[in-house]
């Protein structure tokens, strides 16, 4: 039978690159963990890795049951702290996944006001760059998504929070800053700082630059927008983020903003979940926190 132990060893072992080091993580010996898993081994007629010279090589197989482990046993460690939250008289956990890098501002101001509407409900915040919001979502790994690109799916609810103007941003002393317009051409010869998302998630590609058959010299990512905004604002390259996210910076870190073509990018902020999920009141708090209306299941 495979059981919880099993997976806790095949992940630690990956984890840490041993056997020894996965045995002293569990508080087991190393001959119980080989014992352990020679014996799941001999009942299903397999091979979960093999040793390459100090290297453990996954099979086919321990690589299937490795990515089981990383599910499964995330869902037993949400389930138990949910148990936990229970035990203590609150009502639950959202958690919270994200897809709009710089969205983080704006969804902790949010999630401040909500944590103190509703104190009987946690919140965990999972950013979701480096995997599939949607189908995190459709899986049940998160209960909300916030993203600036909703995919209509079945069973999965979507509805626009906040609407906002993508801008390109400069130095004061950069010399596109006599211009209220950017066009492609203007990011030819320029270091464009991004996020680290691929391009095919950025707009300022998808909709702006390849149409027009347009790269930049280079595209640099930086994980912080703190960190875009002071590389610009040094006149080191430029960006584009949310206008919403440049303003409060632009007389401190002497930017200038120009709007993407002459008809712009309007993006919303959105947020997803399950349609059953539409129903709990706490979720519906959340929306209407989030949009600053009432939400209507």
Known sequence: MLERNHLHIIKEVH????????????????????????????????????????TLVYSQTGQYLLKLAEKVLNEFEHAERVLQVYAAGRRGIIRIGMECHPCEKWLMDKIRLFLNDWPEVDIELIHTFKFDGIAALKAGEIDLLVTPDPIPSMNLFFTPVFEYNLCAVVSHHHS?????????????????????????????????????????????????????????????????????????????????????????????????????????????????????KKFKA
């Open 176 to 292: 596109l800053s006599n211009k209220k317009v950017a066009e492609p051409k203007d990011f030819h010869d320029e270091i464009l700082y991004t996020v680290p998302v691929t391009t095919n998630r950025l707009d300022v590609y998808t909709q702006f630059l390849e149409p027009a058959k347009v790269s930049p010299k280079r595209r640099v990512q930086a994980e912080s927008t703190d960190l875009i905004l002071q590389l610009v604002s040094a006149n080191r390259g430029i960006s584009v983020l949310p206008q919403w996210l440049i303003l409060p910076h632009i007389e401190s870190l002497s930017l200038h903003c120009l709007k993407l073509g002459n008809t712009g990018i309007t993006k919303a902020i959105n947020i997803g979940l399950r349609n059953e999920d539409t129903k709990l009141d706490y979720m519906q708090g959340f929306l209407e926190l989030a949009a600053g």
């Open 15 to 54: 984890r840490l690159g041993s056997v020894t080091a996965a045995a002293n993580s569990l508080n087991l010996s190393q001959s119980a963990v080989s014992h352990t898993i020679a014996k799941l081994e001999n009942r299903f007629g397999i091979k979960i890795w093999q040793r390459k010279g100090n």
